[in-house]
T-cell receptor, first 118, second 113 residues
Framework: KAGVTQTPRYLIKTRGQQVTLSCSPISGHRSVSWYQQTPGQGLQFLFEYFSETQRNKGNFPGRFSGRQFSNSRSEMNVSTLELGDSALYLC?????????????????FGPGTRLTVL | GDSVTQMEGPVTLSEEAFLTINCTYTATGYPSLFWYVQYPGEGLQLLLKATKADDKGSNKGFEATYRKETTSFHLEKGSVQVSDSAVYFCALRGGGSNYKLTFGKGTLLTVNP
């Protein structure tokens, strides 16, 4: 079974630009969560999408947004990039629901997208 | 809000040494607790987990016990190998269907032959 795929793996942007990152979950998984990893702040939760709806949201400004498509693939967008947005962005997928019941089960992480803002 | 505090690294050990990485947490309710490992250039991998007090999670020789009285979930391994060199993260998840994981800052472990 293929793992979580994130594209692109590396990205360089300049301040003020916007960027879109993509995450393809494991086949059959319907939940996708996004995390930002920086040396200073560590790993911080951005948001979670399930069934094309945002279910949980972390403490990030409105410049950070996301969406999920009907095939469970997810994108996150950062507008008006700042130097402090340089980070490794990780997504994690999970089954989350089966036969109409929602539950928690293991989150599988992708390799991340390394974003550098110059 | 929820928080996780783990031992700052880096930690450097010789092969076959005993490993302990301390982790304490603050959370309301009954969180689930996890240890994740990150190898260079890779994403996070779940190492072990415990979902209720006194549960012991174990995997690949690593162990951690969920201690509610001390709000701790320390990671231990009796004999480390060079291949265990990685960054280790302690994390918690609040109850219900909340998928948010709250992570500690991570501990870099280097094991020398």
């Amino acid at each position: 079974k293929a793992g979580v795929t994130q594209t692109p793996r590396y990205l360089i942007k300049t301040r003020g630009q916007q960027v879109t990152l993509s995450c393809s979950p494991i086949s059959g998984h319907r939940s996708v969560s996004w995390y930002q990893q920086t040396p200073g702040q560590g790993l911080q939760f951005l948001f979670e999408y399930f069934s094309e709806t945002q279910r949980n949201k972390g403490n990030f400004p409105g410049r950070f947004s996301g969406r999920q498509f009907s095939n469970s693939r997810s994108e996150m967008n950062v507008s008006t990039l700042e130097l402090g947005d340089s980070a490794l962005y990780l997504c994690a997928s999970s089954l989350r629901a089966l036969a109409g019941r929602t539950f928690y089960n293991e989150q599988f992480f992708g390799p991340g997208t390394r974003l550098t803002v110059l | 809000g929820d928080s996780v505090t783990q031992m700052e690294g880096p930690v450097t050990l010789s092969e076959e040494a005993f490993l302990t990485i301390n982790c304490t947490y603050t959370a309301t309710g009954y969180p689930s607790l996890f240890w994740y490992v990150q190898y260079p250039g890779e994403g996070l991998q779940l190492l072990l987990k415990a979902t209720k007090a006194d549960d012991k999670g174990s995997n690949k020789g690593f162990e951690a016990t969920y201690r509610k009285e001390t709000t701790s979930f320390h990671l231990e391994k009796g004999s480390v190998q060079v291949s265990d060199s990685a960054v280790y993260f302690c994390a918690l998840r609040g109850g219900g269907s909340n998928y948010k994981l709250t992570f500690g800052k991570g501990t870099l472990l280097t094991v020398n032959p």
